[in-house]
């Protein structure tokens, strides 16, 4: 019989063995729990690909769907998804302690990029367990301000093929409540949902520019078949607020190859501008001008950061602007100019929808020029014919002149227009009269204008100032200063002696003899 004290080592073994065994058992069931956690986190991050890549096209859906997956695996209570458009940062899901907030848009300047956008330029990921402690390690300084901020964060970008779309983030209130395992979990969270959101995003990209350009063919038809050229501004204006929701739509025409001139315009500020006479130098500041002299379409995001830019009376809220040439053939025809208050009222998918509408605006344009030119060729035919039908049908030199005066109403717009003619003596007399019912008391009137010798050459065109020396038919008509009003005359002579027939027309003067 073995003693007790010699069955000590074997009990000691055997004490040891089924310790051993035991770590062994517990180990491996801890492996087992560990497995089978991996593979139940494995397949809840599967369902959540799976429910993120099932979801709808929409970018709020899709936003929304993001969020209640992540809300399975990681704390949420404080959550915000928000994707990058430009120089700007628009929350699509924002919770605060739980509750949605409203959306949100931020622009991201150099000076206050914050975390958020030092992650769109790093492309990295940040775990922040206590802020209070880390300020001044962080690698960008947080924009949160609340007088109850977070203590701890995730911080993880949408990774898209070739830049950051957007971000996510999950916060709270007491330090060190997330781990590397967040950190790793919440990164698969957004690797599936930068490839849906990019997928999202491109397909509302064609299926708008799709929808713009159904629009603009609509617009180009409309205005296209119009001739009538105020009638097709007007009607551009129109179709362009109706279908593209432009509030501040400006036509500026070329004039004199130097100078844009407003012609036509809705919304604030537009009805001001047209009894102004706003027009900008081609070569002067402003990005209406900027975008005429490149004839290339210039966009603002910011008006206040562009040192172009030009404040437009009654416009002082416009926060952005594009502006596109209208040329055709390389031929400056104007600018079409669209303004918001509104920071994200336009963005560069924009652009080149502006661009197609100032293209087809220069087509109508022209169109509806050749055919007031066209006109007007018809016009002036008919009435010569008129007018010299007339002067072969009456003897009645005052019936002549009364059908020259009418005939040449048909064709200039004039305020006054009269005939002068040499009598007898060699004296210049004002012989007819239209416009102002007080010139008629002053036919027969002679006017001390000086007159060509015969045989002396002189200008088709002239200044009537260089005849009317004594400015008695300037007095007789009441008009203000002859620089600010008298433009040009037309002239020509008899044989005999100098005559003059003269219009004067709004800001222009014309004349041409009486033969």
């Not at 991201?108 to 402690?133: C, K, N, P």
């Not at 005359?489 to 003067?509: G, N």
Request: proline share 4%.
């Amino acid at each position: 019989m073995i003693s007790i004290e010699a069955a000590w080592p074997y009990l000691a073994i055997l004490l040891a063995a089924l310790l051993a065994a035991g770590a062994i058992l517990y180990r491996r069931w801890q492996s087992r729990r560990a497995l089978e956690h991996r593979v139940a986190d494995l397949s809840t991050l599967a369902d959540i690909g799976r429910a993120i890549t099932d979801a709808p096209l929409d970018l709020s859906r899709l936003a929304d769907v993001v969020y209640q997956q992540a809300s399975q695996i990681v704390d949420t209570s404080i959550f915000q998804l928000g994707l990058f458009h430009g120089d700007h940062y628009r929350l699509l899901i924002w919770v605060v302690d739980g509750s949605r907030q409203p959306t949100a848009e931020f622009r991201l300047t150099l000076d206050t990029l914050g975390i958020v956008g030092w992650m769109r330029e790093s492309r990295r990921s940040l775990l922040v367990r206590d802020f209070d402690a880390e300020r001044d390690s962080l690698p960008a300084r947080p924009r949160y301000i609340s007088p109850d901020p977070p203590r701890s964060a995730v911080f993880v970008p949408l990774r898209g093929a070739h830049s950051v779309l957007g971000a996510i983030a999950i916060q709270s209130r007491r330090p060190a409540a997330f781990s590397e395992e967040h950190l790793r979990l919440l990164s698969i969270i957004a690797n599936h949902a930068a490839a849906a959101l990019e997928k999202a995003r491109v397909y509302e990209q064609a299926q708008r520019r799709a929808e713009q350009l159904a629009t603009i063919a609509q617009v180009s038809r409309a205005i296209v078949s119009t001739l009538e050229f105020e009638e097709l501004l007007d009607e551009v204006l129109d179709r362009v607020e109706e279908n593209f929701g432009y509030k501040r739509a400006h036509i500026f025409l070329l004039q004199d190859d130097r100078r844009l001139v407003f012609r036509a315009g809705i919304g604030k500020g537009a009805a001001r501008w047209s009894v102004e006479g706003l027009a900008h130098d081609l070569d002067g500041a402003g990005l209406v001008a900027r975008a005429g002299r490149a004839q290339k379409v210039v966009f603002a995001s910011d008006v206040s950061a562009d040192p172009d830019y030009v404040v437009g009376a009654g416009l002082e809220d416009t926060r952005i602007e594009m502006a596109a040439p209208m040329a055709m053939g390389g031929k400056l025809l104007g600018v079409f100019d669209v303004q918001s208050e509104k920071p994200d009222a336009f963005t560069d998918d924009d652009l080149p929808t502006l661009q197609t509408l100032a293209d087809t605006l220069a087509v109508a344009v022209r169109n509806a020029r050749l055919f007031e030119i066209e006109r007007r060729r018809r016009l002036l035919a008919e009435t010569l014919r008129d007018v010299s039908a007339a002067l072969t049908s009456t003897l009645d030199l005052d019936h002549v002149l009364d059908l020259i005066l009418g005939g040449l109403a048909r064709v200039v717009v004039y305020d006054v227009a009269s005939i002068l003619l040499t009598n007898d003596v060699g004296e210049l007399t004002l012989r007819a009269t239209r416009g102002l019912p007080e010139m008629q008391e002053a036919v027969g009137e002679v006017l001390n204008a000086r007159l060509f010798p015969k045989g002396e050459s002189f200008p088709t065109v002239i200044n009537f100032g260089e005849v009317d020396t004594a400015g008695e038919y300037h007095d007789l008509l009441s008009l203000p200063e002859p620089p600010a009003s008298a433009q040009c005359w037309l002239c020509t002579r008899s044989t005999s002696a100098t005559s003059w027939w003269i219009a004067r027309a709004s800001r222009t003067f014309l004349a041409a003899k009486w033969n």
